[in-house]
């Protein structure tokens, strides 16, 4: 179960982590994105550096279940945007953000569900 849940937390951090690039050397993709979205540059800024805080995080075992619950809010915004004004499909990607998010938030979900226990104290009712 251990290598599981390292698996799926190094797929999160991975993917959350390998996106900063794009956003933090203003990618004309994700310069799109963000545009499109209204949020051009702080927006893609602020979320990248949210979105490294987040991996860090998931990878730290006493701060796992936080970057969880980032991630899963994070994604859930990435994916509603996806769903209402981005669509699935961006900048010709062949729906590969889309995956993408909706990778890191099942394994954001896997993830706090894993580490439910250590929450404070919410953590306690699952003993």
Same mark, same amino acid.
């Given at each position: 179960?251990? &290598?599981?849940?390292? @698996? @799926? ?7 959350? =982590?390998? #996106? =900063? ?6 990618? !004309?993709?994700?310069?799109? &994105? ?7 540059? %702080? /927006?893609?800024?602020?979320?990248? +550096? =949210?979105?490294? +805080? #987040?991996?860090?995080? +998931?990878? %730290? !075992? ?7 619950? =980032? ?6 915004g990435? @994916? ?7 669509? &699935? ?13 909706? #990778?890191?938030?099942?394994?954001s979900? @896997? #993830? ?8 404070? +104290? &919410? /953590?306690?009712?699952?003993?």
């Amino acid at each position: 179960m251990k &290598i599981f849940d390292w @698996i @799926i937390r190094m797929v999160s951090a991975f993917i959350l =982590l390998q #996106t =900063l690039y794009f956003k933090f050397s203003a990618h !004309p993709e994700a310069v799109y &994105i963000f545009s499109t979205l209204g949020l051009e540059p %702080y /927006g893609r800024i602020g979320l990248g +550096i =949210l979105e490294l +805080i #987040t991996a860090v995080l +998931i990878l %730290y !075992p006493r701060t796992v279940w936080l970057g969880a619950i =980032l991630g899963i809010g994070l994604m859930a915004g990435a @994916i509603f945007f996806h769903l209402t004004k981005l669509g &699935i499909v961006v900048y010709d990607d062949g729906g590969k953000l889309f995956a993408m998010a909706l #990778t890191v938030l099942i394994c954001s979900v @896997i #993830t706090l569900w894993l580490h439910r226990k250590k929450i404070p +104290i &919410i /953590g306690k009712m699952f003993s």
